[in-house]
């Protein structure tokens, strides 16, 4: 998991790779019909037809699905939780907190956030492995305030589920040398549960395909780490230059693999973080 940097990227802007700008009318005319969607539900919530309301929301699902590729440009083809581009299966258009109803750590059920079902920053872009576990489920802190459309809220919730878009979250998330996901060390209670419950709510583990590909990722930079830092011990610029090649071109590979754009690139920058090496740290691109 990387952080998106979703607050200053819009569906019109021409810096996003991948994407098609849309002009600022295609994406007024988005927001107006999400707009009149809102308005719609806003009436049969009140009357009390919830039943209506959800099915409104059903109907509507190509209004944020003319958003998926967008979404997905945003992170380089990416599922935002997985770092996947096909391990995690198909892509979809998850709503973070949940549509039509959202179920508790209990397994008791509230009413969702139906008036986030067209609000774009509720929108993330995940696999269908990630998303079908998910499903309904939201469950937040005991003591943390839960939103409602007569009160809204959602800045102050304290969600279990770890979330790509806020600049904190995903540094909570590790990777050992076996493939698997597991708190960043040092993490307090509250985030080591939150971990936890990500992990398995979201099949980070549990999913063969990713602790498979993960563990190949690791081992493939691990190999290239120990391949610099023999050349490195042997290098001398005077009297043995040739290794420098080789510290070169371990370096390039590292990089290739802790940008942005690659797949799993979380899982190799923890590969070099637990080096604990100055030098090798400063491989990881940002």
Sequence with gaps: MRWIDFENKKPTDSNIPGWQPWS???????????????????????????????????????????????????????????????????????HFRPKKEAISLDGTVRDGYWWLAFDYTNFRASGTVPNRKKGGWFPLHSDSLCSKFESRCEESEMPYLLDPVNPTDPDLLAFDEEGNAIPVPNADEWAKERVRISIERLKLNEHDALPTERRKVWQEVSGAIDAFLNAKATFDPKKNPAPKVTMDEKAKFIRSKTRKDAELSSVARWCLLFRNDPQLSKLACE
């Design 24 to 94: 600022e009318s295609e994406w007024a005319v988005w927001q107006a019909e999400s707009k009149r969607l809102v308005d719609v539900m806003t009436c049969l919530h009140a009357a009390g037809k919830i039943k209506e309301r959800n099915e409104l929301i059903d109907k509507n699902a190509s209004h944020w699905g003319k958003l998926k590729p967008w979404l997905f440009a945003l992170s380089h083809g990416k599922c935002w939780f997985t770092e996947g581009k096909n391990i995690s299966s198909h892509p979809d258009v998850e």
